[in-house]
């Protein structure tokens, strides 16, 4: 088992920036895809960025591509989201998510999850 604690969210301008980081626990020396999700009020949980299970590739949703960046630091067991240029429709809950099995990009191929970090952006 993976424990997951996300840190770093918070309420920022349009067009800001803000770096979540998600730092793991348990039986970390496992190989997981890692990534990151988001849910906003009535919608379902999306896709946001992930590391493949062997860490080799990222794949980022296209409503973030170019503007957030996937990035992990293995001695620390954290991976991180830089997320600039901030847009209003950034605004939801980030989870942070592990996968055993998958490298997938839906939240169902994900076992693992994150209490989640509020991000909030105002326009």
């Known amino acids: 088992q993976v424990q997951l604690v996300e840190s770093g969210g918070g309420l920022v301008q349009a067009g800001g920036s803000l770096r979540l980081s998600c730092t793991a626990s348990?039986?970390?020396?496992?190989?997981?895809?890692m990534g990151w999700f988001r849910q906003a009020p009535g919608k379902e949980r999306e896709f946001v960025a992930r590391f493949s299970r062997n860490g080799g590739s990222t794949s980022y949703a296209d409503s973030v591509k170019s503007r957030f960046t996937i990035s992990r630091d293995n001695a620390k067991n954290t991976v991180y989201l830089q997320m600039n240029s901030l847009k209003p429709e950034d605004t939801a809950v980030y989870y942070c998510?592990?996968?055993?099995?998958?490298?997938?990009?839906?939240?169902?191929?994900?076992?693992?999850w994150g209490q989640g970090t509020q991000v909030t952006v105002s326009s």
């Open positions: 998510a592990a996968s055993s099995y998958s490298s997938g990009l839906f939240a169902t191929q994900y076992n693992y």
């Open positions: 348990g039986r970390t020396d496992s190989n997981y895809a």
